[in-house]
């Protein structure tokens, strides 16, 4: 059962990603890189080094530096200097970045939310309960394993 699951989890997930992937490239042209990394500066509006921009969104610093290139190119992101570290730079969204974010994230929401709508209320709150309540259970698990370790 563990295993079915398991494997249940993944498939929506993977149907809810593949859906909102290819809503954000027709309606939009923009990846899902692209709006995850216009999410994260837009929840850092005091901006963030691409180090740390990389470890939030789990790819390598190369990936950064491509997708900064281009969202920079187009107006929607800057590089400021860090004052006290010369390598380094804080990406922040320009007013138009944050503009074209918060219009893209409205739309996403709304389709968010339509693919959650053929659950009742209480359906979905009792999956979110059931869901936090596993991820809780996994945050232990690697707590103690990495003690272990």
Request: charged fraction near 30%; proline fraction near 2%; aromatic fraction near 6%.
């Amino acid at each position: 059962m563990a295993l079915k699951l398991w494997l249940r989890l993944l498939s929506c997930s993977t149907q809810i990603e593949t859906e909102i992937r290819k809503r954000l490239r027709v309606r939009f042209g923009i990846t899902l890189a692209r709006f995850d990394y216009l999410a994260q500066l837009h929840r850092h509006p005091e901006g963030l080094r691409m180090n740390a921009l990389s470890r939030y969104l789990m790819v390598t610093g190369g990936s950064i530096t491509g997708l900064t290139d281009e969202l920079e190119k187009e107006g929607l992101v800057v590089r400021e200097a860090v004052p006290d570290d010369r390598r380094s730079f804080l990406l922040k969204l320009t007013r138009q970045g944050r503009e074209v974010f918060e219009r893209i994230a409205t739309e996403h929401e709304a389709w968010v939310i339509e693919m959650f709508s053929d659950l009742k209320l209480p359906e979905r709150k009792t999956l979110y309960e059931l869901l936090g309540q596993l991820r809780v259970h996994m945050a232990t698990r690697q707590t103690l394993s990495t003690e272990v370790a």
